[in-house]
C-alpha cells in the first residue's frame, strides 16, 4: 500500500507544483522556496525539535508552544514547517525572537523527505492539529524521532476518507508516540483509525490559549482616536471574494442609523488587495488604503487594510467584527482573536475547519450567524445602534476563551518528557 502511495505521489507531484506556480501568479511567495519543498535547505545542527503548523492559524496557534519549547531549551535548535506563503511570513514575523528556522514542509516523496530530515535531524516531532502524511511519519519512526500531535482534530468525513485507505493510515496513526486530541470524539476517532489507545490524551484546544498584547489594545484605542474619533467602527476580516461586495451592502444599510459608521475592509489574501480596491473605486464608496499611509477624512466610508499582520489592532479598535471565509464555502477564519478581545462577533454559516470553536461561541451567545448581506446588515444596523448588547455579546465571547484556556499547559506537560535531551 505504501509502494502504491507514493508512486502516486511522485505521479501527482508535477501536477501539485503547477498548481504551485499558478497560484505564483497572484501571490509571489508561492515561487520561493522551492528547494525546501523537495527537501533541501539549510543544514540544522543535530537534535533540535521540529513543529509543522500548515498555515496562518496553525501557527500562530503555535507561537506560545515555540516559546515554551525555548525555555525548556535555550539553544537547541527548532525548525517550523508550514504549507503556504501567509503561514511563513507570519511565523517569520512572530518567532524572530526565538530563533526559529521557518521552512516549507516538503512533498510526501521519499526523497524529499530524507533530504529533510538529514538537513534538520529533529530528536522531537510536533505537528499540530490533522497532517497525517505517510512518509514523513515513517521516516521519525525509522529515525527514532518521536512524533506529537498536537491539538489534533479529526472530523468523522475525514476519518472515513482516512479509513478508506485501509493499512496505511493505520500505520501512521499506531506510529505516533503521543496525540494531545482536542475532544473526546476526535480522541475515538484516532483509536478507530489504529492510534494506540496509550497514546490518547484528552488536551482542548491551544488556540484557546492565545494572548492578546496590551500593546495591541492601546494600539487599536490610538488608532481609533486618530483615525475615526467619535464615530462607530466595524471590521470585516479575512474576507474571500463575493465577501466584500456583502459587506459593503451592509455597511450601506447600517448607516440608515449610523451615518458615521466606518468600515475596515480586510481581505484575506493579498493578492486580492488590488482587486478590492477596484471593486470600492467602482462602487464610488469614498476610501483610503491603509498601505499609503492615508488618513480617514470626514466622508471616508472604509479603510482597505491592505497590509500583513494588523488585523488584531483593528479588531481591538472596533465595535463589531465580521468574520470573513464563512458566507462563502471556506470553513470559516478565526473567531477567537476578537473573542479574546470582547468584541461583538457576527459571522457566516460556514465553520467547518473550527466547528467545535463555533459551537460554544454560539452557545454563549458571543457570536450570531448571518446568512447573507441583508442578514448582516441588519445585525450590524442594531449592534452598533446598542452598546449593552455589543457589551453583553463581547463579554460571553470572551468568558468562552477563558474557561477553555489550558490546553497549552496539558501539551507541555505531554511534551515536556520528550523534549528533554537525554
Not at 248 to 254: N, R, T
Request: with cysteine; proline share 5%.
Amino acid at each position: 500500500m505504501r509502494t502504491l502511495y507514493s508512486l502516486l505521489a511522485y505521479l501527482l507531484a508535477p501536477l501539485y507544483c503547477a498548481v504551485l506556480l499558478s497560484r505564483g501568479l497572484r501571490e509571489r511567495g508561492y515561487w520561493r522556496g522551492w528547494g525546501a519543498r523537495f527537501g533541501f535547505g539549510a543544514r540544522l545542527p543535530a537534535g533540535g525539535i521540529w513543529i509543522h503548523a500548515a498555515s496562518v492559524g496553525e501557527v500562530q496557534a503555535a507561537v506560545p508552544l515555540v516559546r515554551s519549547l525555548r525555555r525548556m531549551d535555550p539553544e537547541g535548535a527548532i525548525a517550523l514547517t508550514t504549507a503556504t506563503p501567509a503561514g511563513a511570513g507570519r511565523a517569520q514575523a512572530l518567532l524572530a525572537a526565538e530563533r526559529v528556522s521557518v521552512r516549507f514542509v516538503p512533498l510526501d516523496l521519499p526523497g524529499a523527505v530524507r533530504r529533510f530530515f538529514a538537513r534538520i535531524a529533529p530528536r522531537l516531532a510536533i505537528v499540530l492539529e490533522t497532517e497525517l502524511w505517510p512518509n514523513l511519519y515513517r521516516q521519525c519512526a525509522r529515525r527514532g524521532v518521536p512524533v506529537v500531535l498536537a491539538s489534533a482534530r479529526l472530523s468523522a468525513r475525514s476519518a472515513a476518507r482516512y479509513a478508506r485507505a485501509g493499512s496505511l493510515f493505520r500505520e501512521v496513526c499506531g506510529s505516533i508516540r503521543a496525540i494531545g486530541a482536542q475532544s473526546a470524539a476526535d480522541a475515538e476517532r484516532f483509536a478507530a483509525l489504529g492510534a494506540r489507545r496509550e497514546a490518547l490524551h484528552v488536551i482542548g484546544n491551544i488556540k484557546f490559549d492565545l494572548e492578546i498584547p496590551q500593546a495591541i489594545q492601546t494600539l487599536g484605542e490610538e488608532w481609533r482616536e486618530r483615525e475615526a474619533p467619535g464615530r462607530p467602527v466595524w471590521v470585516a476580516g479575512s474576507t474571500h471574494a463575493g465577501e466584500e461586495e456583502a459587506a459593503l451592502a451592509a455597511h450601506a444599510l447600517a448607516r440608515r442609523r449610523s451615518p458615521a459608521a466606518l468600515l475596515v475592509l480586510a481581505p484575506r489574501h493579498p493578492p486580492r488587495f488590488a482587486e478590492v480596491a477596484s471593486l470600492l473605486e467602482a462602487a464610488g464608496v469614498p476610501f483610503v488604503r491603509h498601505s499609503q499611509g492615508e488618513h480617514c477624512r470626514a466622508d471616508t466610508e472604509v479603510v482597505l487594510l491592505d497590509t500583513l499582520g494588523e488585523l488584531l489592532k483593528f479588531y481591538a479598535a472596533s465595535d463589531v467584527v465580521f468574520v470573513g471565509g464563512s458566507l462563502t464555502p471556506r470553513g470559516g477564519h478565526n473567531l477567537l482573536e476578537p473573542a479574546a478581545l470582547g468584541r461583538a462577533i457576527l459571522t457566516g454559516p460556514d465553520h467547518s475547519t473550527s466547528a467545535e470553536v463555533a459551537r460554544l461561541l454560539l452557545q454563549s451567545g458571543g457570536v450570531e450567524i448571518v446568512t447573507d448581506a441583508m442578514a448582516l446588515g441588519l445585525r450590524l444596523e442594531a449592534l452598533l445602534a446598542d452598546a449593552t448588547l455589543r457589551a453583553r455579546m463581547g463579554q460571553a465571547a470572551r468568558a468562552v476563551v477563558e474557561r477553555n484556556r489550558g490546553a497549552l499547559a496539558r501539551l507541555t506537560a505531554l511534551v515536556e518528557p520528550l523534549a528533554r535531551r537525554p
